[in-house]
């Protein structure tokens, strides 16, 4: 075993099921691996360590779905259609619509008033400065292309 493999899994917690990196974490809760100038995800590192390389745009995803596992039987490879299959056939997509979404700058309340404005003929440049968001941004609300009530879950 190199150097590099041992310092990776001694950082990594294997008393239960799922084998937890302990070291560095990134932003969106993943554990991340400085190798050289490089920072890597360190569930790649383990699949690496135990598999060999990962394919050109693979990802590497994990059955258990805990963002800082690294146990190799938990791994599995795919690909940007596999991995967003998995994550809604695991119920995990959430609903990222509307008020739902962190980053949303109206309310329901908001758009219901939004679209009577545009229903009474004002127009969306005026809505939109009202609102503070951008007349796309209203475009797409109008058009349901955003807000829409048929894809949001309840």
Known sequence: MTAFAEGFWAKVNKSGECWLWTGTRTTNGYGRVGCGEKKLRAHRVAWSLMNGPIPAGSFVCHHCD?????????????????????????????????????????????????????????????????????????????????WNPNRRQP
């Open 66 to 146: 805990v963002p800082l596992c690294v146990n190799p039987a938990h791994l599995f490879l795919g690909n940007a259609k596999s991995n967003v299959e998995d994550m809604i056939a695991k119920s995990r997509r959430g609903d990222t619509g509307g008020s739902l979404n962190g980053r949303a700058k109206l309310t329901d309340a908001d758009v219901e008033e939004v679209r009577d404005s545009l229903l009474r003929g004002v127009s969306q440049r005026c809505v939109a400065k009202r609102f503070g968001v951008t007349p796309g941004a209203i475009s797409q609300i109008s058009t349901h292309r955003t």
